[in-house]
């Protein structure tokens, strides 16, 4: 879920809300959804009426295009997993084991295909194994009332369905389509604004990185939008894949602006003087150009003089290195070389947002082009081996609770189990669950405590569904602003879906403490035991991480340094393997941010590589500096190949690395040179150089991971 606006308040000082107008429209219409669903299942007399309003609520999306893809893969999900919990109830009503047994293999399997993908089909397959769960458990209680059972629960989740996304659709609609554009635009105007943050020499470290942790935030909360924005026009369709290549440029601008924030940051002092004074012009302007952009609302409205802008500064920049190479002989060969890595890399940060222009105006000619086949979403950030011990998890957490219920003749048991499968929802594709469920049950326990005291305090005094809907829309908008807010959107869908589930729970008021307090307690308890046995298996995403990681070091540098693959290749290779974990990278943990940062370091590496090979090809190149750069990337290809299956040797192996490339450099710098093609040519392999050496001092934990899947 998306919200794009930025007005925020506080309800309380530790915990913020969007309380935007259209959020407390989102809260609003929900609400009502939730009560209309409620109302039809009490009209049907369905046996539990509240599951529709709880599905309201799961469904509760800001926008029309989100609302429909989920709405599509619920209902799809619900009515396979129905049929199959019914087909299980046919074969094994009176044979306890093998139902166990039939439900658990169809909810492993069901976890791992969730495992395999993303967003909105992930979820459908959960529904499926959740709803088999659910009516095959439920229905073994009472065999002859399965189908009723199965009916019931699929019409209501299909009333609550179709509830939401009438009021999604019908009540100020916003579409994906028009908010995927909106964000696009919204998002360039951030990367502009970090990109003259990163050129400007005295931001603060601390400053720079929480600007960065929040770009990769927003630039994964765009990916999200833009796979179901399809949901809505056939145009999406075509725009799809030019969407997919503006993420990737996205995430190329911030793999370049950290490294140009660092080099910035550290070339200071007397000798730099003259390289600095020759170069900041031409970065002042760049910055003034990035943030001019970045201020301008309309400025993404109009590609072709945002493109021609970015390419016309970018020409400023290589004008400027060209006038830095003519110093060759007369400033220090460092230096030199750092003032060339600098105007380059800004060059390539302009390139990429100007590669993003690009792809706008290609959409925007396309917009009105035949709908064309939209590729598959890719296969998600989990491995067959990671999927197979999602699946497996979910499977063993399913027997052992239904062994308990057993063992033990528990009255709730079933409830528990709804408790233990929905907890399981939190474990796919998530590195740290427990964080998120834990959360989530505080806010269900809360609401499970506020239902009580309206049934105590307040049901009995009032008469009439009005007044009870009433009643209802009051308690349901807290709930409805915190699911309309990104960062609380799973704790306010369960505190508002609870409590709707609480107190519309029939057509007539039957309050039972006892019973209201066994049922919750049971279903507290559920998520908690799942939640536990997850914490005491996990199963994380390391091992695609450690896969990258062999891939990009191992693979994709050497290739980029032997000249075998062209590195814009290779860094678009990289990044759409960084894209699939970045939903999974928990940036507060040094481990993530060390991976994150290493990564984007390797895919700016790939470009200085490819650099280097057409320097060393130059006919204008002195005999002795391509023989030097040849030995380099020769032996440096093999040194990364080496790294990637050191094993216990792996601290030497990039200690040879690092050796090689300081070497190459010093071997360069110590060069004779005199003003001209061959001296520029050198200064450029210096400058790419010194951006491969600061990956083995910036990037170290990257570099240094040991290469064994965890």
Not at 98 to 108: K, T
Not at 262 to 285: C, N, Y
Not at 568 to 589: F, G, Q, V
């Amino acid at each position: 879920m998306s919200v794009t606006e930025t007005s925020s308040s506080s309800l309380w000082p530790f915990f913020a809300v969007d309380l935007s107008w259209r959020n407390w429209v989102f809260a609003l219409r929900t609400a009502v959804a939730g009560v209309v669903a409620l109302a039809i299942a009490y009209w049907l007399e369905m046996q539990d009426p509240q599951w529709s309003i709880l599905t309201v609520y799961l469904l509760a999306q800001p926008t029309a295009g989100g609302a429909l893809a989920k709405s599509t893969y619920r209902i799809i999900g619900t009515i396979a997993g129905a049929c199959v919990g019914l087909v299980i109830l046919a074969l094994y009503a009176q044979a306890p084991i093998p139902l166990v047994a039939a439900v658990a293999l169809w909810l492993g399997a069901s976890f791992y295909v969730a495992a395999r993908l993303r967003n909105y089909a992930s979820y459908g397959w959960m529904l499926a194994g959740y709803t088999a769960l659910l009516v095959a458990l439920e229905g073994a209680a009472n065999p002859l009332q399965a189908w009723s059972i199965a009916f019931d629960r699929t019409g209501e989740i299909i009333i609550g369905i179709a509830c939401a996304t009438a009021a999604t659709v019908l009540v100020m609609p916003r579409y994906a389509g028009v908010l995927l554009r909106e964000q696009m635009a919204r998002l360039f105007g951030d990367l502009s604004h970090y990109g003259a943050v990163a050129l400007r020499r005295g931001t603060p470290p601390e400053t720079f990185a929480a600007l960065r942790r929040a770009m990769v935030e927003k630039i994964v909360g765009f990916d999200a939008l833009r796979s179901y924005a399809m949901f809505e026009a056939p145009e999406m369709r075509a725009d799809d894949v030019l969407m997919r290549r503006a993420v990737r440029e996205f995430l190329g601008v911030l793999a370049v602006a950290r490294g140009l924030y660092t080099r910035i940051d550290d070339f200071k002092g007397d000798a730099s003087a003259p390289v600095i004074a020759h170069m900041q012009p031409a970065l002042d302007e760049t910055a003034k150009i990035l943030q001019f952009i970045a201020d301008d609302p309309k400025a993404f409205a109009d590609p072709h003089r945002v493109r021609a802008a970015l390419l016309k500064t970018r020409a400023s920049l290589g004008t400027a290195a060209t006038g830095l190479e003519t110093l060759a002989g007369r400033v220090p060969f460092e230096t030199l070389t750092d003032g060339v890595l600098i105007l380059h890399r800004t060059g390539d940060l302009l390139h990429g947002l100007s590669m993003v222009m690009a792809s706008e105006a290609a959409s925007l000619r396309r917009r009105h082009a035949p709908s064309t086949r939209r590729p598959l979403e890719a296969l998600a950030s989990s491995s067959h081996v990671e999927a197979a011990l999602i699946g497996a998890r979910a499977a063993l957490a399913i027997i052992l609770g239904c062994v308990v219920w057993a063992a033990t003749g528990w009255e709730y048991g079933f409830t528990a189990m709804t408790g233990m499968g929905l907890a399981l929802f939190f474990a796919v594709n998530q590195d740290q669950p427990g964080k998120l469920g834990l959360r989530v049950m505080l806010w269900t326990v809360l609401a499970i405590a506020v239902s009580y005291c309206a049934m105590v305090l307040v049901l009995p005094r009032i008469e009439g569904f009005e007044a009870l809907a009433l009643l209802l829309i009051a308690l349901l908008i807290p709930g409805g602003l915190m699911a309309g807010t990104p960062q609380t959107m799973w704790s306010g869908v369960m505190f508002a879906g609870f409590i709707g589930a609480q107190l519309g729970t029939g057509n007539r008021f039957q309050p039972n403490d006892l019973t209201f307090f066994n049922s919750n307690m049971a279903f507290v308890l559920g998520v908690s035991a799942c939640l536990g046995l997850i914490a005491l298996l996990p199963v994380t995403s390391m091992a695609n991480r450690v896969r990258f990681w062999r891939q990009a070091v191992g693979r994709m540098l050497p290739d980029a340094a032997r000249g075998t693959r062209h590195e814009r290749k290779t860094l678009t290779a990289m990044i759409d393997m960084l894209a699939e974990l970045l939903p999974r990278l928990s940036l507060d943990r040094p481990g993530d941010e060390d991976f994150l940062r290493g990564a984007l370091g390797a895919a700016s590496m790939s470009l200085e590589l490819g650099r280097l090979n057409r320097v060393k090809q130059s006919p204008d190149l002195a005999p002795e500096a391509a023989a030097v750069l040849g030995d380099f990337l020769d032996s440096f290809a093999t040194a990364l190949e080496a790294l990637s299956r050191a094993g216990e040797k792996q601290a030497a192996r990039l200690t040879d690395a690092e050796r090689m490339t300081r070497s190459a450099r010093d071997t360069l710098g110590a060069l004779p040179l005199e003003p001209g093609p061959s001296a520029a040519l050198v200064i450029r392999a210096g400058a790419s150089l010194r951006f491969i050496a600061d990956r083995f001092d910036i990037d170290r934990a990257f570099f240094a991971r040991p290469p064994v899947e965890a």
